[in-house]
């Protein structure tokens, strides 16, 4: 068992390692909170307690460049005082960025960080890595912040104006398989100066416009696009999980003639797959998050409780929908859920599935709503 410290895991990478983490049964996440910088003692405890740190607490933006930098810079110093306070020796991974190279506040603290961390490590025999990581992107990233993918879904999605800066070709890797590279370093435990490989290079003009079409397509017609490839699948993932929670139900038209009812559930420009269940009154089923795969509840006929929650968090959200009156609800990804039989009879239930682009990536985890 090895056991994971993760500063910054309230932020967009921490939490998406601290979900993905807590997943392998070879791992144990030691609890941290960002005030333990600010308590030597509390920082202390915690750096004895582990067997690996991510270091992913750091400052991007800041209207004084200089403080950005000091920040930065202390951030990485105290966990090292802390350390050498301890005499503890955890594996040390540091994220940094390709900034590095660009000569600015951030990427000059980075390096710097880095050099500290080293120092430290050659010094006292420990381990510490690098990691060099290119632009990430990927679901609940926060607009304005984290990257200019988060920040063209959030405007598109709120009817904002969205400006291109400079138009230009930008490496970048989906949050999801970040992780899982992070997760190989700290069970590997390699170290040294790592170049994270990217997963994609697009240009920022050709990405709005595909998330342009996203929002045409599936916010306006409630139709799914066609996704033709990983970048495609991930990026459209990531503009979904901007949409508020008043976006469903999704209501759609409802036919009838003599001859009975006709109801187009999904029309969809890719590949889909179909299916239907009954369940008896009373009964729920699911209790399951997937990562990747797309997903499609329409109730045909009987009433329904739909519940779904993101798994680090314990708002619940609900949605009851019946046969009565048309209307279906996705599945997000990295929230688990779950559908119950409220009704007196039997419920059916249509699902469309998008596998995942990989068939042997795991993709469904259960975990109780």
Sequence with gaps: MIKVGITGNKGFLGRHLHNYLQLNENIEIIPFESSYFQEPIQLQAFVKSCDSIVHLAAVNRHPDADELYRINIDLVEKLVRACEDTDSRPHIIMSSSTQE?????????????????????????????????????GPFGRPNYNSFIATFCHRLIH??????????????????????????IILNKSKG??????????????TLAMLEGFKACYMEKGEFPQLMDPFEIDLF?????????????????????????????????????????????????????????????????????????????????????????????????????????????????????????????????????
């Design 237 to 369: 993932n990531t503009f979904r999980s901007y949409l508020p929670e008043d976006f469903f139900p999704f209501f759609y038209t409802k036919h009838e003639d003599d001859r009975g009812a006709f109801v187009e559930v999904v029309r969809s420009m890719g590949k889909g797959q179909f299916s239907y269940s009954t369940t008896k009154p009373g009964i729920t089923r699911g209790n399951h998050f997937h990562t990747r795969k797309i997903e499609r509840f329409a109730v045909i006929d009987g009433k329904a409780l739909i519940q779904i929650r993101k798994i680090d968090d314990d708002k619940v959200i609900e949605y009851i929908i019946s046969g009565d009156q048309p209307a279906f609800v996705d599945m997000p990804i990295w929230y688990t859920h779950n559908i119950k039989n409220i009704g007196e009879g039997i419920l059916t239930t249509l699902f469309w599935i998008n596998e995942s682009y990989d068939p042997t990536d795991a993709d469904t985890y259960f975990i109780p709503v």
């Design 193 to 206: 100066k790592i170049e994270i490989r990217p997963r994609y290079t697009a240009k920022v003009s050709k």
């Design 101 to 137: 190279y660009q000569d600015n506040p951030y990427g000059r603290s980075k390096l710097k960080g880095r050099e500290v961390l080293e120092l430290w490590a050659n010094k006292n025999n420990a381990m510490t890595s690098g990691l060099i990581i290119p632009n990430i992107f």
């Design 159 to 184: 009817n904002e104006k969205v400006e291109i800066i400079v138009d230009s070709d930008v490496s970048l890797i989906y949050v999801n398989d970040l992780v899982k590279d992070i997760a190989e």
